[in-house]
């Protein structure tokens, strides 16, 4: 059954994607049509290739992964074999290793909210690393749905995946990853999210932990009238590296996208990247969009490489633009709060906390939020920010 899947998906499956980065770019189910990377090319020049290597091959054995499902009444979960209909319909891997990763996979979860179904408590999927691991994921929000799903990443090992969601017409999704791994941890993810007509979404990724954490977010439209509100927040320690990747396919008219990320740097040798990419095609008319990041770095040693690109292919659009800042701590803020006898580094972290309050507090499950808020706290009291940084 593999051999004529994968005898298939060579003949018909092979096409030329959306330009990322204004450069085409081949899309494949098949991982030997993507080439190892060696770290010159546009989307792999910022990834440390060296400690990611083993899921830029095939995984010889995986682990269990650890974890569980909790769903509403109402969902239905299932795992669905690699022929099911309902996978691929709008995802195709644009890299070597999402490409291992959807070929690796055994079989894929698949969670459905029916259609006009307003369900008044979030999905909660937790995975836990134990080893290494190829994952699948596929959510699919019916027409006229209210849903929040949360996606909570602990635990160790290499992970590899692929989450592939579907917001049906006039439907509502709040979804949220968390990248909460234990310091070893390495992980390369791909997040596609369709949104039909008239449907709106909301997405938080939170990234706090791991070795290496390299997620792309990619948002196609199927009619007018779709919103995507996509929010990030990441914090990396010494050492680490957070990589956050988007594109935004407007590709039908009056659609609207917001995009907001903000990153907090501290450590010798903490990096993170995030680049933006937005396209707006000839025929999505009356398209109002627009890119922002923000980076706060807190010592020396830490490097923060923020890339925004958009690329305007009609005249009739309602807004677009995209802005991007790096810097320290605003000395006024700190003034005005020292000022009111808040003593220094407790007004850092309330500088720090007031950073992120607007994204993390989008996070519909409250002890989630408050587990990740705690997260930022003993981030900042680990390396004792409170010192001057000149």
């Not at 799903?149 to 709040?174: C, I, P, Q, W, Y």
């Not at 999505?284 to 770095?297: D, F, P, S």
Request: aromatic content about 6%.
């Amino acid at each position: 059954m593999v051999e004529s899947a994968t005898a298939e998906v060579t003949e018909h499956e092979i096409v030329i994607s959306v330009p990322v980065n204004k450069s085409e770019v081949v899309a494949s189910f098949v991982p030997t049509d993507f080439p190892v990377p060696n770290g010159r090319e546009e989307d792999w020049r910022f990834a440390p290739l060296r400690r990611m290597r083993p899921l830029l091959n095939p995984l010889v054995e995986q682990a269990e992964l650890g974890g569980g499902l909790e769903a509403p009444e109402g969902v239905t979960v299932e795992m669905a074999d690699d022929d099911d209909p309902r996978l691929g319909m709008s995802l195709t891997p644009v890299d070597r290793v999402s490409a291992l990763a959807w070929a690796g996979a055994d079989g894929a979860l698949v969670v459905t909210v029916p259609k006009s179904t307003e369900l008044t408590e979030p999905i909660k999927l937790s995975v836990v690393g134990q080893g290494n691991h190829y994952e699948r994921i596929r959510v699919i929000i019916e027409n006229d749905a209210v849903a929040s799903f949360v996606l909570d990443h602990t635990g160790t090992g290499m992970h590899a995946s692929n989450v592939e969601v579907s917001v049906g017409d006039r439907s509502k999704l709040t979804f949220v990853s968390i990248q909460d791994w234990d310091r070893g941890a390495v992980q390369v993810a791909r997040i596609h999210t369709q949104i039909g007509r008239d449907a709106e979404l909301t997405q938080v990724v939170a990234t706090f932990g791991g070795d290496l954490v390299r997620i792309y977010s990619t948002f196609g439209f199927d009619g007018p009238g779709g919103s995507v509100e996509a929010f990030g927040a990441y914090f990396a320690d010494a050492g680490q590296h957070q990589e956050h990747r988007m594109f935004v396919d407007h590709s039908a008219p009056h659609c609207r996208s917001n995009v907001v990320y903000k990153g907090a740097l501290q450590g010798e040798h903490a990096h993170t990247v995030w680049i933006g990419d937005v396209l707006i095609r000839a025929k999505a008319v009356g398209t109002q969009t627009y890119e922002m990041n923000r980076n706060l770095v807190l010592t020396d040693g830490a490097r923060a490489d923020s890339v925004p690109n958009l690329e305007i292919e009609t005249g009739e659009v309602a807004g677009a633009g995209h802005a991007s800042t790096t810097g320290r701590f605003d000395d006024e803020q700190l003034f005005y709060l020292q000022a009111r006898g808040i003593p220094e580094d407790q007004a850092r972290r309330l500088v720090v906390r007031g950073f992120f309050a607007d994204v993390l507090d989008r996070i519909p499950d409250e002890a989630i939020r408050a587990r990740l808020w705690q997260a930022v706290e003993d981030e900042v009291a680990n390396v004792g920010i409170g010192a001057t940084n000149e």
